[in-house]
């Protein structure tokens, strides 16, 4: 959890396996939801290729592998909205928007 941390504060990417897939993530929170860490992120990168198009998914951290913040900076997404229903009162971190 203390790489997540750090990649939403200094807003640097996060590279990982997940879904026996390699991926690069912009990390915008991590929140609980059924007692289980959560973290919404636009993918950058699976497998290599960028995404058709820019959306934000929602990772489970227990099945995010070999975490690593990577030098790679990001902006927060317009499509991020911290203040949504579902993150109420269940965020631990998010990032500055």
């Given amino acids: 959890m203390p790489v997540v941390f750090e990649a939403i504060v200094k807003q640097q990417a996060l590279a990982a396996t997940y879904n026996r897939g390699d991926v690069t993530l912009a990390p915008h ?49 317009e499509l991020f909205n911290p203040k949504e229903e579902r993150y109420e009162g269940v965020t631990l971190l998010a990032v500055d928007c």
């Fill in 29 to 77: 929170i991590v929140y609980t939801k059924h007692g289980e860490f959560y973290l919404d992120a636009v993918t950058l990168e699976r497998d290599g290729k960028p995404p058709r198009e820019p959306k934000i998914g929602a990772f489970k951290i227990v099945g995010l592998g070999g975490m690593r913040v990577t030098p790679r900076r990001f902006t927060p997404s």
